[in-house]
């Protein structure tokens, strides 16, 4: 009999907003941001086997050559060195990697996430409080990955607070499929003493009301990245210049732009437009909203 396998979705992250508010004195750096979690994203699939193996498929697993250095694993190694080493039986483990690989909108922390949230219900400890501690360890972004909800992530992003109602929009994500180190980008950062994000203001009812919050903000690592990328520059010019674009900017530390959309038809429609003057990039259009449980088919 054929084992059954359980399916995780790693949804892709996308930071609106991303101010640099301070850095420790080990090196990490404070932020304030909003984040949201599109439909679209990576899967995470695990069955019972013989012996544990790992598998990355998909259109970028040829990114990801080094398989032992993978995220995935490391979520695998460490929760069993905090549940015990039996408490997982053997396991064949597959990610499907759809999303570009360095690109700032979640993508290895996400895949962790969503592994450590099969791990813990094969084991049968969801819900345990270490889990959040486990993902921590992982990477500053891996706890906020475990809930697909937005959020507003201050500190080194341990710290998860809720944020208004988040009103349904569609965001257009551009990537020139030029990695960006998260490192490299903070390297070239000048100033990292910045104000944090401006409170928000009523409910975000309408797209009109989040726009006109995220017009007060920023993201502080966008002039780094593009030094790295200039494409980044070429790309949010072209994004604003979209009919219907509502709000354009670089999520994470790049090098993806996305576009915000009010109707799923205007984000399709600005999607084949840009597939026709930048054939060669990655382009996708995701639906954002209130809810973290999106269908795992997505």
């Known amino acids: 009999m054929t084992p059954k396998t359980y399916q995780a979705h790693a949804p892709a992250k996308i930071n609106l907003a991303l101010h640099v508010t301070g850095q420790r004195p080990d090196g990490y750096h404070d932020l304030d941001s909003l984040v949201v979690f599109a439909r679209k994203g990576d899967f ?17 697993a040829e990114l990801l050559s080094d398989k032992g250095n993978n995220l995935v694993l490391a979520a695998h190694d460490e929760f069993r060195k905090t549940f015990g080493e039996t408490a997982l039986p053997c396991l064949s483990i597959e990610l499907e990697k759809n999303l570009p690989v360095a690109a700032g909108i979640g993508g290895g922390s996400a895949d962790a996430a969503a592994a450590l949230q099969l791990f813990a219900a094969k084991a049968g400890v969801s819900g345990d409080p270490r889990i959040p501690d486990l993902a921590a360890r992982l990477g500053a972004d891996v706890p906020m990955c475990l809930s697909a909800s ?15 109602h988040l009103p349904p929009c569609h965001a257009l994500l551009v990537n020139p499929l030029k990695p960006v180190p998260t490192p490299d980008v903070f390297a070239r950062l000048t ?62 530390s790049g090098a993806t732009v996305f576009g915000l959309f009010e109707f799923a038809e205007d984000a399709e429609n600005a999607a084949i437009q840009l597939r026709n003057s930048r054939p ?4 996708s259009v995701m639906e954002i909203h209130d809810s973290g449980k999106f269908d795992a088919d997505q």
């Open 191 to 252: 100033k990292r003493q910045n104000p944090p994000l401006p409170e928000p203001v009523g409910n975000w009812e309408h797209l009109d009301d989040l726009v006109a919050w995220l017009e007060q903000t920023r993201n502080d690592l966008e002039g780094p990245a593009t030094a790295l990328v200039p494409e980044i520059a070429e790309i949010t010019v072209q994004m604003r210049a979209l009919h219907s674009c509502r709000f354009a900017r670089m999520s994470g």
């Open 150 to 164: 937005p959020k507003r992530v201050v500190e080194i992003g341990d710290t998860l607070a809720g944020v208004p």
């Open 44 to 60: 995470v699939r695990i069955a019972e086997a013989d012996a544990n193996n790992f598998t990355v498929t998909g259109p970028f």
């Open 280 to 283: 060669n990039d990655w382009i």
